[in-house]
């Protein structure tokens, strides 16, 4: 009898301080590598295409573009690193130590939390481009960009070092039992993490799409009734730019809409006891939260010709050769 409740255990030689085996099912089991790896390797892949023509083509580079590289690049974190960790941790017993599974939450927390912040940026870069668009390239420059998303990474590290510093500085002391990696907030920073990474960034994404929204209906309307026309050349070239600006618009407003759906269910999961939940229910809405991460790059292959143009640059290996990056993309 002792034989077998000791192979149940994470660590036998630990009796009464080892976690118990994770007991999956193997169909389950079996379901859940299939399932979470082959979206963790298409996460990775179709976000390392997307960093790459951003990267490489020099007419990509623009300030909205270099905002879909920032978030590309922590969506493919979430492929690389998150996604395989986390099968990981709910179908085997932790062995990587307590200091790894404190730094795998830190560096979790860092991944989504610049993904939030980067949310917004696009959010304030539709709004300047809709609502203000003869400002929008004196205010909105790709050094301002990139200086914004430097600053939102870093600090994303630094809330994330401040929320789980005391994990840090003593690994594993919300654990219950060796063989286990626990994401543990206390009540009062929980409530703050709520505040800051969810419903405030939540509120501000709403508001600003919502004027965006009111905007681009008034402008669309008048586009098609020729209220606005093109009397002179520079005119003219307004009126395109309005067309182009809308239809990203329309594109990002695609991709905040997806984000919203898919992070909102973990948050308010957050809030409920987690004892009243069924326990297949709280790991759906923690794929469903990384599964955004796959689905971002997707939405630029349906609604964007210039990363399908890309794609076909990248796969005939015409990126190689000498002068590629000037190609004319869009």
Not at 139 to 146: A, S
Request: charged share 15%.
């Amino acid at each position: 009898m002792e034989a077998e409740v000791g192979a149940e255990l994470c660590f036998p030689q630990l009796l009464n301080s080892s976690c118990r085996k994770p007991a999956l099912a193997w169909p389950e089991a079996l379901f859940l590598h299939i399932m979470l790896s082959s979206i963790s390797v298409l996460t990775v892949a179709l976000n390392l295409l997307v960093i790459i023509a951003v990267s490489h083509f020099r007419q990509l580079h623009t300030p909205t573009n270099i905002l879909l590289l920032s978030l590309a690049v922590s969506d493919f974190l979430v492929g690389l690193l998150l996604l395989p960790v986390e099968i990981f941790r709910k179908t085997s017993c932790w062995v990587f130590g307590d200091l790894m599974c404190s730094l795998f939450v830190d560096v979790s927390f860092v991944i989504t939390t610049a993904s939030i912040g980067v949310m917004v940026l696009i959010s304030v870069d539709r709004y300047v481009a809709i609502c203000d668009p003869l400002c929008y390239s004196s205010r909105i420059t790709e050094r301002r960009v990139t200086v914004c998303v430097c600053l939102c990474w870093f600090l994303s590290l630094l809330y994330s070092n401040l929320l789980f510093m005391d994990d840090l500085f003593k690994p594993g002391r919300y654990r219950l039992c060796y063989g286990e990696c626990v994401i543990f907030i206390n009540f009062i920073a929980g409530v703050f993490d709520l505040v800051v990474t969810f419903f405030a960034p939540i509120t501000a994404i709403i508001v600003l799409y919502m004027q965006v929204f009111v905007v681009a209906v008034s402008q669309a309307r008048a586009l098609r009734s020729q209220v606005v026309t093109a009397v002179t050349l520079k005119s003219s070239m307004t009126v395109r730019a309005n067309k182009s600006e809308l239809k990203a618009a329309r594109t990002l407003g695609v991709l905040v809409v997806v984000f919203v759906i898919c992070f909102s269910p973990y948050y308010i999961v957050s809030i409920v006891d987690e004892n009243v939940l069924n326990a297949s229910f709280v790991s759906f809405v923690i794929y469903l939260f990384y599964l955004n991460s796959c689905i971002n790059p997707l939405i630029y292959a349906l609604f964007y010709p210039w990363f399908r143009k890309s794609l076909k640059l990248i796969f005939t290996l015409r990126i190689l050769q000498p002068g590629s990056c000037e190609t004319n993309i869009l």
